[in-house]
């Protein structure tokens, strides 16, 4: 099951990591960044991101290699992890439990706690 969405930090321009790659003018390391953790959590990757997708998500190996040295991305076989990816982001399990909750949550309200029509 794939992500709708993904939790961004918003005190990301502090981060050190984006500091060190903005101080060196690797803005589209940031962007490729960015569009791997949307492009992993829609494909259901859970932060996985395979070597195919680079062109995908509009990186190139060079920019692999930036966020490689910063950190952002580790080595994984057959591609690159997004890293802390899961201390983050929402397991696909998390998030199927609280899209359960609450579609259960809105029928209660709407139709009563049985189901039946108000």
């Given at each position: 099951m794939a992500l709708p969405w993904v939790r961004m930090d918003t005190q990301w321009p502090h981060n050190p990591k984006f500091l060190m790659l903005a101080e060196d003018g690797k803005w589209r390391?940031?962007?490729?960044?960015?569009?791997?953790?949307?492009?992993?959590?829609?494909?259901?990757?859970?932060?996985f991101v395979p070597y195919y997708a680079l062109s995908q998500i509009l990186g190139t190996k060079k920019q692999a290699g930036e966020l490689l040295e910063v950190r952002l991305w580790d080595p994984a076989e057959g591609g690159w992890?997004?890293?802390?990816?899961?201390?983050?982001?929402?397991?696909?399990?998390?998030?199927?439990?609280?899209?359960?909750?609450?579609?259960?949550?809105?029928?209660a309200r709407w139709h009563g706690a049985n189901g039946a029509t108000r």
């Open positions: 390391a940031i962007a490729v960044y960015w569009a791997s953790l949307a492009w992993s959590a829609a494909q259901g990757q859970c932060g992890s997004i890293h802390d990816f899961a201390e983050f982001q929402p397991s696909h399990e998390e998030h199927e439990r609280r899209r359960k909750r609450a579609q259960d949550a809105a029928l």
